[in-house]
């Protein structure tokens, strides 16, 4: 009986990203800090803040000769300090506060994506299916930060960005039993 391992990473943001560069692996016990902000900042934005993050997704399938028998799957919400930046005279812990929803925002779906594929079972479609997965996930993780940014006006308002704080908290802990490690 032959076994064939298949090994497909695939990393979502930054297409073309070197394997070398710099990432923040998300962990519940650290937080971001400013000096995590290492990019430099653009002078055409508006924004005091960017923070760059996003979902790494990779798999591997186990086939005896043509038939798939087995797959496992690697999935993690990661920060990217060398493309995140800050504008040293606007920033507080307000706004890093903000900042660091962004990133607990990319775990929350990393949790969704290892429930979607906790679910799946072996079959000969499981690469298209975790694949399928994988960009509706990073669709839905698009939508809901481009959503949280602009009903908190970028954190301007306060009222809002207590309600998406507390939100992501509940939404996070709702899925702890796929939190990153």
């Known amino acids: 009986m032959q076994i064939k391992h298949i090994i497909i990473s695939i990393l979502f943001l930054f297409v073309g990203m070197s394997s070398n560069e710099e990432t923040i692996t998300w962990n519940d016990t650290r937080k971001l800090t400013w000096e995590d902000f290492k990019g430099s900042p653009n002078s055409n934005s508006d ?3 960017l923070t760059a993050s996003g979902i790494t997704f990779g798999y591997s399938v186990k086939t005896t000769g043509k038939r798939i028998i087995g797959y496992s799957t ?4 990661h920060f990217y300090p060398n ?3 800050y504008l040293t005279e ?3 812990n307000y706004i890093l506060a903000h900042e660091q929803l962004h990133f607990d925002i990319t775990e929350l779906y990393v949790r969704k994506f290892r429930q979607q594929l906790e679910r799946l079972v072996v079959n000969q479609n499981i690469k298209t299916q975790m694949n399928q997965i994988h960009v509706a996930i990073n669709e839905a993780l698009d939508k809901t930060q ?6 908190t006006n970028h954190s301007i308002n306060v009222e809002a960005q207590n309600y998406w704080g507390n939100y992501i908290k509940e939404e996070l802990k709702k899925l702890e039993k796929y939190k990153s490690q």
Do not use: I, R
């Open 47 to 49: 924004a005091v803040a």
């Open 74 to 77: 690697s999935v993690q919400a």
């Open 90 to 92: 606007k920033a507080d």
């Open 146 to 151: 481009k959503t949280y940014d602009e009903q």
């Open 83 to 85: 493309k995140s930046w």
